[in-house]
């Protein structure tokens, strides 16, 4: 199981779209979590979902938890697939909660009631490229199914024949 999720192949392709994907993100879970860039941190998070939307505290939680460490885990490429997902469906809520009565477009002029979702479509965009592909190369996952693919390769008899001819 653990290899059917992780695995991945060297696509760079992949690899972008993980990379940009966690470093967009990042500083959004770092707002919820640790009230960086103008956040609310976790209990100012929490308190604003619970008042605005009737978010529990639970869910709330997991949103930080996919926004941040998800976003963290993206960068490195471990288990990019779930992180991946974990974000697509927080950027898909927030469309469905929030962003999609505003319209489109994001708020650049600062004439709109809020941003639009086109910035969650990008997100969600990139999150089904690594969910479809893995997470590409230079990634803990490639590193981690190649090593196991090895092995797998060597076999217990091949192994102990190596051991013995050494």
């Not at 009230?35 to 709330?60: D, K, M, Q, R, Y």
Request: charged share 10%.
């Amino acid at each position: 199981m653990w290899n059917r999720l992780l695995r991945t192949d060297a696509d760079y392709a992949g690899t972008v779209a993980r990379i940009a994907l966690g470093i967009v993100i990042l500083p959004h879970g770092a707002q919820k979590l640790l009230g960086w860039f103008g956040g609310g941190g976790v209990s100012g998070t929490i308190g604003f979902f619970e008042s605005a939307w009737g978010i529990p505290a639970v869910l709330t939680a997991l949103v930080i938890a996919a926004e941040f460490f998800g976003a963290l885990v993206l960068v490195f490429g471990f288990v990019g697939r779930f992180a991946a997902l974990s974000i697509a469906a927080v950027m898909a809520g927030a469309v469905v909660l929030q962003h999609a009565a505003v319209g489109f477009f994001m708020n650049w002029s600062g004439a709109q009631a809020g941003e639009g979702f086109e910035y969650h479509l990008l997100a969600v965009g990139l999150a089904l490229v690594v969910a479809i592909k893995g997470s590409g190369a230079f990634s803990i996952d490639r590193w981690l199914t190649s090593r196991t693919s090895e092995q797998a390769q060597i076999g217990p008899r091949t192994e102990r024949t190596l051991r013995a001819a050494a």
